[in-house]
């Protein structure tokens, strides 16, 4: 079955702390990844990364995918309270759902960020 | 500069009582998407649609039937809620077909079945 897990559920941080969320997963014929920011209504997207190793950047924000271990990170440098919200990680399986791929997201990450 | 729009924002329901869930987009996608979203859940598929007339079952589709009969609108019924159909359901929609585009969600309906 498959699955995405994202790590820590939660998380309380100081503003200018470096905070690092985790997302692992394990599908059948991987396409993408793809993290977005959910604060109170719809989820507003980030990256999409669909090569190992190669950096995208945002800013403050940041992420790596690795195809290999099946992970990737999203980092978040100098936080903001503007920065509190709940991070989910999404992954494009080509198969689920038939022919056409449909994104497996996980259950997400809530970060608080306090002043 | 709408992009996706889901109404209604709120609705209470009955067991039993039927409703449509109405999304519109203006961003001329082709691909538009149900989901449910329920705590410690994430978001789960319910229905998607590749193009207009066209409509397939996601992760949960039991209980729900979609429609798209013009290509910006995707219809989401409930023919007889269920308590178990308490959550906030976003739509998404998407402009690509190989290789998957980020989705533009809207910003949710919360139902609550009694």
């Known amino acids: 079955e498959d699955k995405v897990v994202q790590s820590p559920l939660s998380l309380v941080v100081h503003e200018g702390d470096t905070v690092t969320l985790n997302c692992s997963y394990e599908?059948?014929?991987?396409?993408?990844l793809l993290w977005y920011k959910q604060e109170k209504k719809a989820p507003t997207f980030l990256f999409m990364l669909?090569?190992?190793?190669i950096e995208k950047k945002s800013g403050r924000l940041s992420s790596i995918l690795d195809k290999k271990e099946l992970f990737s990170i999203l980092n978040i440098t100098a936080t903001q309270t503007g920065d509190s919200a709940v991070y989910l990680c999404a992954v494009e399986a080509m198969n689920y759902g038939g022919s056409q791929g449909n994104l497996i997201f996980g259950k997400g990450t809530k970060l608080s960020v306090k002043p | 500069n709408a992009g996706v729009t889901q109404t209604p924002k709120f609705r209470v329901l009955k067991t039993g009582q039927s409703m449509t869930l109405l999304c519109a987009q203006d961003?001329?996608?082709?691909?538009m998407y149900w989901y449910r979203q329920d705590p410690g859940m994430g978001l789960r598929l319910i229905h998607y649609s590749v193009g207009e007339g066209t409509t397939a079952k996601g992760e949960v589709p039991d209980g729900y039937n979609v429609s798209r009969l013009k290509k910006q609108n995707f219809l989401l019924g409930l023919e007889s809620a269920a308590p178990s159909q308490t959550s906030v359901y976003f739509c998404?929609?998407?402009?690509?077909?190989?290789?998957?585009?980020?989705?533009?969600f809207g910003n949710g309906t919360r139902l609550t079945v009694t």
């Open positions: 669909t090569s190992s190793g």
């Open positions: 599908v059948t014929n991987f396409r993408s």
């Open positions: 961003m001329n996608h082709e691909y």
């Open positions: 998404a929609s998407s402009s690509t077909g190989g290789r998957l585009a980020p989705l533009h």
